[in-house]
Structure formats: C-alpha cells, structure tokens
C-alpha cells in the first residue's frame, strides 16, 4: 500500500470524492468486497476507467468475481488524497458564499482546516463564524506569516480578488480557490482553481433558452 | 444586433460572464470603446479567441483601433445570454450551501429567479430564507407542476439526490445544477450541471500535497 506517484489526470483526481462516497455507502450497508463494474453502474461511468483510476491511487488487487476490498480501497483513496493530513486554509470574503463555506463542515472531511477568515465590515471583525474568527483584512499578510497557511479562498468582489492573491502569493500561499469573478495572475508553481457559479449558470440559462 | 445561433462551446458560454463583468467594469470607468486585446489582457485570455467569442454572440463590428463599443457590447451579451428573461428556479436543501445561494442576490443579473426552496426539516417549513418560501419536500412535485419550473437546483445529501432529479425530470424541469456529490441518471435533454466542491478541493489538496 505504498503511496502511487503523482501520475494522474485532473478527471481523475475529480472523480475521487465520488469513489470514496461510494465506497462508504457501501461500506455502511455491510458490503466487504466490490466489483469495478459495480461502482462503475454506481457512477454512472465506464467500468475500465473505473479500474485504471483506481489503480492510480492504490495497489490493492481487484479479485475476479469478488472484486476489491472495500476498506482497504477506502483507505488508499483518502491516504492518496491526503485527508487525514489537515492543511490549514483561509478565506478572504466573508459575504453569503464566505458563510456557507465556513459553515460546511463537509470540507473537513477532504483534509480541508478552516482557521480564520478575514473581511473589511466593520461589524463582523473579533466574532466568529460557525467557530471561526474573522480579522479585518489588513491583518491577512502577518497572520499568513505566522501559521504558515497553504491555502487561500477567495469570496470577495471581482475587483479586489487580484490584490488579495498578491499578498496570497507573498506569503507563500500554494494554491487558491477562487471564487471571485476575474482570472487572477500568479507566479508559476501557484495553483488557482477557479469556481464560477455565473459560469455555471450560464451553462444552465443557455440551454433552456436555446 | 439579431440573436446569433447557437453554434457556441461550453467553454466560451462559461467566459461570457467574464466578459460582461469586463466590460461593466469598463463602461462604469468612463470607457466607450474596447479593444479586444485590451479585454485579452484583462481577462489574461488570448485576443484572437477574445475576437471569436464575440463574434459568436454579437454582430457588433469593431474599429480598427478603436475596439468595439462597450455599451452595445454589454447588451448583445445580455441579450445572447438571456439575462434580461428571468427564468424561475427552486432549489431542495435548504442547508448551509442551499442558504447560500439562496441569499446569492447576484445570480438575478444572471437571468436566475429562484422562487421556493424544499427540505424535511420542521422547523424551516413555513419560514422565509432571504425572502423566499420554504415549503415540505411533498410539495414539490405539485409545486413544480403548477408553476412550470424550468430550473431545479440540489443540495441535499448525495443519496437522495437521484429521487429528486427524477422528481424534477417528472415536472418537465430542463436543467439540473447538482450540487451533491453523485452522478444523476437523467432522461435525454435534461442537462445537469454538476458542481462539486469536494472534486475541486481534490485539486487543491493534491497541488499542496504532492
């Protein structure tokens, strides 16, 4: 069960959480061993991506007929993934989609530590949000400094996300997930992914009125 | 400035929210006229696909040197984008994530009304979110039915989420923005747009990780 190289595709990486959240449902109702076929129909995927994506992520032999472990793959996925390992992250913006990030506490689960979030209203600076802190923005730069924070999450305005990945970047944050509407401009070896609910809609509104 | 057909990429309808924001931006800034490599440069965006996308939604010819005009620009995207046709929507689950965008007051610029929301919880039953009902899940197949729902949004947990798009595919919705984390069964034309929040934190996790 040694850790795989970092050779996977971005799809794949993708459909991991929807691996794991299958696998333990299966789990929960009692189930030891599944077949590639059986999560594929599950998934609504190909069963021979299904088998190549898990054999990127965990050594573990399939049987024929019976299939894979169940909890041996479950622990492949999450140690491949990372989610035992807690990577601290922040969020810059704690408007109505700040909230609800903040009160998910879902993304524990994905190894995801929400530990402050950081905001310009006056009225929202020293309380907490579902248990974290907000700090008034212009204390982002030294607190990045000091916890050594990998990840940074954007949910402000478009205008001011740029100058928010700046200090990001400056402060050694690796990889930023960015929900502000503009594309933002980092150094390489940074990460931005970007989540665009407008794109989505757009997506949506278009093929109805198509 | 008649409606262009609908021979347009998934990827060039999700920068058409990039570019009205760019170009809102502009028009508030005084600007008249864009250049499409000014728009290029902005958005960190290749000019030559700048110009192709905005010929795709719009008959505006632009100057030699002195770009295209803004205004109309702005409209022709409204326009090909139907933001200005408000289309209703109602979204079950109304727990952190389904209150979030409930409060999401933005997404009416994008031509989205949300209308109603649904759960099981009783204490939310009967209450306003952000000024919208919500009503008991039993409610929503004749809600939708009687109202002519085109957009269902899901939040709720992964595993009763396919019953609800079958739901939702039953009342004639068109477009599904799934939320939750499972692939959707659905019939031929009904499009689901998938948003998972967990596939891209699998994305951030791994760049810091690996």
Redesign the interface.
């Known amino acids: 069960m040694e850790k795989k190289a970092?050779n996977?595709t971005?799809q794949a990486?993708?459909?991991?959480?929807?691996y794991l959240?299958c696998l333990e449902?299966a789990r929960d109702n009692g189930i030891k061993t599944i077949s590639a076929t059986s999560i594929a129909n599950e998934?609504?995927?190909n069963d021979v991506l299904v088998r190549k994506d898990i054999a990127a992520v965990s050594s573990t032999q399939g049987k024929p007929k019976a299939g894979f472990p169940v909890d041996e793959l479950i622990l492949d996925i999450i140690d491949y993934?990372?989610?035992n390992?807690k990577?601290d992250a922040i969020i810059v913006g704690a408007g109505?989609?700040g909230?609800?990030?903040l009160?998910?506490h879902?993304?524990e689960g994905?190894?995801?530590s929400l530990v402050a979030a950081f905001d310009i209203k006056p009225e929202l600076i020293g309380k907490e949000i579902s248990g974290i802190p907000v700090y008034h923005i212009s204390e982002l730069e030294a607190f990045c400094s000091e916890h050594r924070v990998?990840?940074g999450i954007i949910t402000t305005p478009?205008?001011v996300a740029q100058g928010i990945a700046d200090t990001f970047c400056r402060v050694g944050i690796?990889?930023i997930?960015n929900f502000a509407?503009?594309?933002l401009?980092v150094p390489e070896g940074v990460?931005v992914?970007n989540?665009?609910?407008?794109?989505?809609?757009?997506?949506?509104?278009?093929?109805?009125?198509?």
Request: no cysteine; hydrophobic share 40%.
């Open positions: 970092s996977i971005v990486l993708q459909r991991m959480p929807y959240h449902q998934l609504k995927l993934m990372g989610y390992d990577k109505s989609l909230r609800a990030l009160g998910n879902e993304f994905y190894g995801l990998p990840i478009p205008d690796m990889a997930w509407l503009t594309r401009d990460l992914q989540e665009n609910l407008a794109s989505s809609l757009a997506m949506l509104s278009h093929h109805i009125t198509k």
